[in-house]
T-cell receptor, first 114, second 114 residues
């Protein structure tokens, strides 16, 4: 079975500073990896995904993530954070054999200081 | 294209009652997944339907059930509600591919059990 760990429950960064949110996964085969963002009371919006190919993937809102198989990681980054980025971020892993079922991390809440 | 829609958005029920939640996927999507989100347990997979058949199931009691109609719309039902069923219930749809694919989430139904 697959699992996802997001080590940081809460991160605070200043507006304009860089951001990195950590995600580690456990899965025996090639994973399908996702990052989602959720604003309070809302559903999840997909930021980016990795299925195969280039290990650095670009997403919406200026986010990118890098897949590192050797470290079982898929960290999310943004060079300059905006106040509107304050939200909860979820990393998820899916598999080809369990289509339609993703396993989510516990989420990281991002606070942006002015 | 219209996104995933869920109705109702908010629901208040009392213990012992039953509830039915509805999800309309993005046009052309045949896979619909349901998740329960609570502060204590995070995002947990309930089940997934593809072409009217349950394809995957999470670890929830039999009080939680679902179905999918020929137009891909899906409903989930919770019978004999318990206080712990209070949660945000999220529905997600995926394009018609064989393997794991991107899930597009609806805004959720907030269920409160009193």
């Amino acid at each position: 079975a697959q699992s996802v760990t997001q080590p940081d429950i809460h991160i605070t960064v200043s507006e304009g500073a860089s951001l990195e949110l950590r995600c580690n996964y456990s899965y025996g085969a090639t994973p399908y990896l996702f990052w989602y963002v959720q604003s309070p009371g809302q559903g999840l919006q997909l930021l980016l995904k990795y299925f195969s190919g280039d290990t650095l993937v670009q997403g919406i809102k200026g986010f990118e993530a890098e897949f590192k198989r050797s470290q079982s990681s898929f960290n999310l980054r943004k060079p300059s954070v905006h106040w509107s980025d304050a939200a909860e971020y979820f990393c998820a892993v899916g598999t080809n054999t369990n289509a339609g079922k993703s396993t989510f991390g516990d989420g990281t809440t991002l606070t942006v200081k002015p | 294209k219209a996104g995933v829609t869920q109705t109702p958005r908010y629901l208040i029920k009392t213990r012992g009652q039953q509830v039915t939640l509805s999800c309309s996927p993005i046009s052309g999507h045949r896979s619909v997944s349901w998740y329960q989100q609570t502060p204590g347990q995070g995002l947990q997979f309930l089940f997934e339907y593809f072409s009217e058949t349950q394809r995957n199931k999470g670890n929830f009691p039999g009080r939680f059930s679902g179905r999918q109609f020929s137009n891909s719309r899906s409903e989930m039902n919770v019978s004999t509600l318990e206080l712990g069923d209070s949660a945000l219930y999220l529905c997600a749809s995926s394009p018609p591919t064989a393997g794991a694919d991107t899930q597009y989430f609806g805004p959720g139904t907030r269920l409160t059990v009193l």
